[in-house]
């Protein structure tokens, strides 16, 4: 859907007037570009504090790419080395070759601004304990990662080694002169360790103060930038590869104000199948239908991306590819045959996956044309239905050998204040919404073959599940619930490796929000740090990214995809 406002204040006069008034300017919020599915956008100003009292950060000119090769930078600057083999991880930055240490973390040349040169060279002393692992995580993506730069796609400050709450000054000086000169749609994020791990009171409290910082930053740099909270847990570092990409990429476009945990990767999630071994073995595909009542799909309009289904199967390694990092996987989508869940089934497929997209009989025609699209398979069947759990696990263990993706999309509104609710429009609401996503999950965890070692299992909730909306306690309990069910499952599933997450999306533009009075629509675009609505396709990228076996330091979490909604936390 075109929004108008947007095009009008874009340029010209409108954008004159717009500003002449204050009145919002929503930017053209870049996305991922099919030809270049994995783009990390560059450069990329890394820093942080070069030691548990050092300065915030050195415009030393010493620059450096993610795969360690020195780049040149700025007239008159000297190159420096970045970091070491991805293989090796931050150790192997450290192994071999003098040179001077990265200031691409922020630190200075010399080793009075924190940088120093040595026999260790390669990895930077001064960007904080993260820095490294930055490196490493962004390693193969070609950005640059530099000290300075005149406008950057990306600010990203290290703030691991905060010792207590005098230091914060540090994102001051660093971010204060430079966050107007990120690139339009660009991205500030500060890297922390979690409060839980904090050695003492004073550092516990400097880390919980980073989530006030970056909630208000986001709400005042506009220009389609975004601020995110990343805290990585000790162990969490080789975790980093997939949250890092997704986070500086256009991929994130509608994601900001967000706190996002990392911690290890449960053990025994990967698959050691060999390259095409599973699929190979997996069935020719087809629709089964079975006695339905009517369930639509969440919301209806915009598509995302198409795209073939991979065949090739997986290593078993754990490390995305860039290109496909889904490749080799099986998905299940529920409510795939319009809106979002269309968008989650294109997405999943463009980036790898085989999708089985599965809704109700009445939509067969619809989801028959979104499956030939995606090169995967439909399934007919009523997730409400007595047997529906017992039907789903018999197609996937049958057809497919066991899912690796599983997307909780379905649902349905049936909005009335609660004094005029009937109990068929409370029952229905909760039934699709929360009750047929928990059965569902509960008969693939009993069946040994339904869901494989190291699955992904990605719930659909909403912002109105956290922030709450009026003639919605209905749709609004039953979203809630979606985030208490991940909540609940997250450390049963840890102990086979399953990661459970859910995504909660905002204002997204479909024909449902088409359909609002021209006044709620509007509040409902612009009441974000973003000022306007986001699409169908941005909630599929987030579902995506923890969808993918590099996201296994992830659970348990609810990420909102809402332009940082002005409502909720």
Sequence with gaps: MVDRYQRLTSAGPGRAIARRLGLPRPAVLPRRDPARPAAVPGPIVLAGPAGPHGPA??????????????????????????AGDVAGGAAGARAGGAGATGAGAGAGADESSGGRAGAGGGAAEGGGELADAVRAALAGTGVELVAAAEHPAALVYDASGLADATQLGGLREFLGPRVRSVCTGGRVLVLSRPPAEAPDVASHVARRALT?????????????????????????????DSTLRFLLSPRSAYVSGQVIDIGPASAGGADSAAPGERASRARSTGGVESAAS?????????????????????????????????AGRTALVTGAAQGIGAAIAE???????????????????????????????????????????????????????GADIVVHNAGVLRDRTLAKMTEGEWDTVLSVNLLAPQRLTAALLDAPAALRPGARIVCLSSLNGIA????????????????????????????????????????IETRMTASMPLTVREVGRRANSLAQGGLPVDVAEAVSWLAAPGSGGITGQTVRVCGQSLLGA
């Design 347 to 401: 997405t999943l497929a463009a980036d790898g996956a085989t999708v089985v997209c599965l809704d109700v009989p009445a939509q067969g025609e619809t989801l028959a044309a979104v499956a030939n699209r995606v090169g995967g398979s439909s399934l007919h069947l009523d997730i409400t239905a007595e047997g529906a759990p017992r039907e789903l696990v018999e197609y996937l263990t049958q057809r497919y050998d």
């Design 57 to 82: 950060d050195s415009d030393s000119a010493t620059t450096g790419d993610a795969t360690g090769r020195p780049t040149p930078g700025p007239a008159g600057d000297v190159a420096g080395a970045a």
């Design 468 to 507: 709450g909306a009026a003639g919605q306690t209905n749709y609004a309990a039953s979203k809630a619930g979606v985030i208490g069910l991940v909540e609940a499952y997250a450390p049963v599933l840890a102990q086979r490796g399953v990661t459970i997450n859910a995504v909660a999306p905002g204002f």
């Design 212 to 240: 006030g910082f970056v909630r208000s930053l986001g709400k005042e740099v506009g220009r389609g930038v975004t601020v995110s909270l990343l805290r990585v847990a000790a162990g969490g570092e080789s975790s980093l």
């Design 294 to 326: 009517v369930l639509g799909a969440e919301s209806a309009g915009g598509a995302g991306r198409s795209g073939s289904a991979g065949g090739a199967g997986r290593s078993g390694s754990g490390v995305d590819d860039l290109e496909r990092p889904l």
